[in-house]
């Protein structure tokens, strides 16, 4: 296997033997193939589109879904993958009759094969093939292992194999905040037709070339830029905007489910379904902004927040007692002491772990969840008890809880009171080199305000940074999940206007860490929009290449974190630097 996604690839250039996260060679093979499969699909999406005019609501759905299924921590059953292959095939085979019913037939080019698929025929050509035999998933690892990053490398080059890369993670991310927004009935078709087009670019003669790469890269951040517009409000218009809420670490006696993920719609479908039953659901992990959420908040079985980033999650799973129900990423391979309590939903999936699917309506029934949680002691009163008791943590700082202060915090920056504010989103993990942003923060001065969102938070947010001088106004707002980055854009967008300026010009910082393929989404969507003098730690990508790098710092000034110096670093961005 090779791969080298994500940001803790091993000895940071990849994972040759298992991945640091837990994923078997044979599961990296499984999702090589999917991407190569849906890239196909992807492609013929593209021409019955262009062509006929033809718009599959299903292939359009799946296409979205298998790519965020090979997302870092989301799923590491190949059973599941062996599913995802074999429906992508399918697809391509109903759509493909529909091309043909409607008397269109593909360019003559348009299965031309591309060298860096090596033995593989062109994706679009082997989704075609009848005579494959994929019987089991033997059969299919066989396949996928012909399909891994090695055969681009050896054709491209590192560095366009990479950007390739980066085009294929941006995607990742992409299509997961997209099928979170389509969970709750919201879709663009704009995007549909974007995320086939980059498919179908993937697979042609122009992603040979390193500029046409880069403008695709972009390209995709801008429609990213949609997706999270999309998915903001899919969020608010369902649950109401997020307000400044309070939230307990402490658990409450009584029996317990612990949701994890970033799953809105899952957590209420929950909420509902536990309603009466004398079950407490408390948040795990990326869920804690759930709690802001007017639509959510007013559960009072909704009970609370327990434990912290997702890598400490076989800590905090095994020390819970009740059922625990897994909506999205970040996941990991469970301990034996909590596997019987564990399900997953969505496109997540464990090997040997109840899986839940929605039914033809998109229902879910909770109920081996619910049972599981009734089976389970809960929290006992005794336990309760003698548990070291926690400060409340604030939540729900969401772009219109935020702008409704603005002008206090305008009044103090033109004062001085509020010299810089810093952006400290994305991603936590376990690498000793993340002690850098713990650290950061400690370097921060007084007249400084910072605003988190992702995972990053759980190095901070149960500290008490204070209110801003002569303000009430809390010094750290928590903006929300990774898949709130949009509101950190709103936000910046409307100082700018106020100060009639523009995002590079105000004093705002952004020191970014990133862990998986949604903070690659975000980056892009943030260089599509020309922001400038990003920090991106703790390391910097593997599948980038010094010479794309190179691009990146000279357009962008792209800076790698500094993470043996965070105190350096925070003079630099004090000095807006
Ligand atoms: Fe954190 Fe993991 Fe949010 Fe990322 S829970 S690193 O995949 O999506 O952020
Ligand atoms: Fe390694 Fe990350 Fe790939 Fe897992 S997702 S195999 S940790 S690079």
Same mark, same amino acid.
């Given at each position: 296997?090779? =791969?080298?996604? =994500?940001?803790?690839?091993?000895?940071?250039?990849? =994972?040759?033997? %298992?991945?640091?996260?837990?994923?078997?060679?044979?599961? /990296? !093979?499984?999702? #090589? &193939?999917?991407?190569?499969?849906?890239?196909?699909?992807?492609?013929? /999406?593209h021409h019955a589109r262009t062509l006929a005019g033809i718009e599959d609501a299903r292939? +359009?759905?799946?296409? +979205?879904? !298998?790519?965020?299924?090979?997302?870092? $921590?989301? $799923?590491? !059953?190949? #059973?599941?993958?062996l599913e995802f292959v074999n429906e992508s095939r399918e697809l391509h085979a109903s759509l493909s009759a529909k091309l043909a019913a409607a008397g269109v037939t593909l360019p003559a080019d348009a299965t031309a094969q591309q060298p860096w698929f090596g033995s593989m025929p062109h994706p679009l050509a082997w989704n075609s093939q009848q005579d494959v035999a994929l019987g089991g998933v033997g059969d299919m690892i066989e396949v996928g292992l012909q399909t891994g990053i090695k055969a681009r490398q050896e054709v491209l080059g590192d560095t366009l194999a990479g950007l390739q890369e980066l085009l294929t993670y941006g995607l990742k991310g992409l299509c997961a905040y997209a099928h979170h927004a389509e969970a709750l009935g919201h879709t663009d078709p704009r995007v549909y037709a974007d995320v086939q087009e980059y498919l179908h670019f993937l697979c042609s003669p122009a992603a040979a070339d390193v500029g046409a790469v880069l403008d695709a890269c972009f390209r995709s951040g801008a429609t990213n830029f949609r997706v999270m517009e999309m998915l903001s409000n899919a969020h608010t218009s369902t649950f109401g905007h997020p307000?400044?809420?309070?939230?307990? &670490? $402490?658990?409450?006696?009584?029996? /317990? %489910?612990?949701?994890t993920g970033h799953d809105m719609h899952d957590l209420h479908m929950l909420l509902e379904q536990t309603q009466g039953k004398g079950i407490n659901v408390y948040t795990h992990g990326e869920m804690l902004p759930a709690h802001g959420y007017p639509g959510l908040k007013k559960y009072p079985h909704l009970a609370g927040h327990f434990g912290g980033a997702w890598y400490r999650q076989k800590i905090d799973f095994a020390g819970f007692p009740g059922a625990i129900a897994v909506t999205t990423n970040c996941v990991l391979d469970p301990l034996?002491?909590?596997?019987? $309590?564990?399900?997953t939903i969505n496109e997540t999936g464990l090997a040997g772990v109840p899986h839940i699917a929605a039914d033809a309506s998109g229902h879910k029934d909770f109920s081996p969840i619910i049972q599981r949680a009734l089976e389970l002691p809960g929290f006992t009163p005794e336990a309760v008890e003698k548990a070291p008791k926690k400060r409340d943590v604030t939540v729900g700082f969401g772009h219109n809880a935020v702008l409704s202060v603005a002008p206090q915090v305008i009044e103090a920056i033109q004062s001085g009171r509020l010299e810089h504010i810093f952006l400290v989103g994305g991603c936590d993990g376990s690498e000793p080199q993340r002690k850098y942003y713990s650290k950061l923060y400690e370097h921060m001065p007084q007249s400084t305000m910072v605003l988190t969102l992702g995972c990053g938070k759980f190095r901070i947010f149960d500290q008490d940074f204070g209110t801003l001088p002569g303000t009430e106004i809390p010094r750290l707002l928590d903006m929300g999940q990774c898949n709130d980055a949009y509101s950190a854009l709103v936000v910046a967008t409307e100082l700018a206007k106020v100060f009639n300026t523009d995002v590079n010009s105000l004093p705002l910082s952004l020191d970014l860490s990133w862990f998986e393929q949604k903070a690659v989404a975000v980056l892009l969507t943030l260089l599509h929009l020309g922001v400038r003098n990003i920090r991106l730690g703790p390391r910097l990508p593997a599948f980038l290449t010094p010479e794309a790098v190179g691009v990146l710092v000279e357009k962008f000034n792209l800076m790698p974190a500094n993470v043996a110096d965070p105190a350096g670093d925070m003079k630099a961005m004090m000095a807006c630097k």
């Open positions: 296997m090779m =791969c080298y996604q =994500c940001e803790q690839t091993k000895g940071g250039t990849g =994972c040759t033997e %298992i991945g640091i996260c837990g994923k078997t060679p044979e599961v /990296a !093979a499984l999702q #090589d &193939l999917l991407i190569y499969s849906v890239k196909g699909l992807g492609s013929l /999406a292939v +359009n759905t799946f296409v +979205n879904g !298998a790519i965020f299924s090979t997302l870092t $921590n989301v $799923n590491f !059953a190949d #059973d599941r993958f307000v400044p809420t309070p939230v307990t &670490l $402490n658990p409450v006696p009584g029996k /317990a %489910i612990l949701v034996q002491v909590y596997k019987e $309590n564990i399900f």
